[in-house]
């Protein structure tokens, strides 16, 4: 594979794991059940649903918000790129950075990625570990697809980047079922269910927003697929 542009980084960095404990579900054990039928899942978007489209301009000063907090565990289809994946996913987003850890069908690490305020390190399997300015550089020299780190931080939640312009379907509940932004087209085809919360001074139930369970992301020549099964927002 070419590794041209992409700067080897020192040696000896060892993959770790950034949730302790086996994961209860198996990544395979659902296999998207049947892509859309997912269970807890609910808001599944269909062809024909009114949505309402709305441009949102970039907000000045973008550069500098940060999206709130997160850990996820799901499961990544990749195709379309020179390489293809397949397997686990777990994310630990902070204001500071990213470490995303890729794993193979069986649970093996297949890679580590690194990001922060020097740059980005992607750590192999084979503890080769490259650096590159940015995500989307750094995996499409070293996996063959482009990660797009940077929008998906936001898409994950079901909003836009404020850096760039974007728009932004919702249907009539005001549910966001797709967002395009940046090249890339992401459909949002399941939620999780949403979640009522009562507060004991003013015992007032509240609604915890829904976070979107299945995601497809799409550009010319590369399409993913993300499927959340565990969801800790602002944990740090």
């Avoid at 193979?104 to 399997?125: C, F, H, K, M």
């Avoid at 919702?170 to 966001?176: E, F, K, L, P, Q």
């Avoid at 010319?220 to 602002?234: E, R, T, Y």
Wanted: aromatic letters at 8%.
């Amino acid at each position: 594979m070419d590794h041209a542009d992409v700067m080897p980084a020192q040696s000896g960095i060892r993959l770790f794991p950034l949730f302790k404990g086996r994961h209860d579900v198996p990544w395979w054990s659902l296999v998207l059940c049947g892509l859309f039928l997912l269970p807890g899942c609910t808001a599944l978007v269909h062809k024909g649903t009114p949505v309402n489209t709305i441009v949102i301009e970039p907000v000045a000063g973008a550069a500098e918000a940060k999206p709130a907090a997160f850990r996820l565990i799901g499961r990544a289809s990749v195709t379309g790129g020179k390489d293809s994946f397949s397997g686990g996913v777990q994310w630990h987003h902070t204001d500071t950075g990213d470490e995303i850890l890729l794993l193979s069908p069986l649970g093996q690490a297949v890679a580590q990625i690194q990001r922060n305020r020097e740059g980005v390190y992607l750590t192999t399997s084979e503890q080769e570990t490259f650096y590159a300015d940015d995500v989307e550089t750094l995996t499409e020299r070293v996996l063959g697809w482009r990660l797009p780190l940077m929008g998906l931080q936001y898409w994950v939640r079901s909003v836009n980047s404020p850096a760039t312009v974007s728009e932004v379907d919702m249907d009539i509940d005001g549910t966001v079922v797709a967002i395009r932004q940046d090249g890339w087209e992401i459909s949002y085809l399941g939620y999780f269910p949403m979640l009522a919360t009562q507060t004991m001074q003013t015992k007032t139930t509240q609604t915890q927003p829904a976070h979107p369970k299945l995601l497809m992301l799409k550009r010319p020549g590369l399409q993913i697929k993300l499927v959340i099964d565990n969801w800790n927002a602002g944990n740090h």
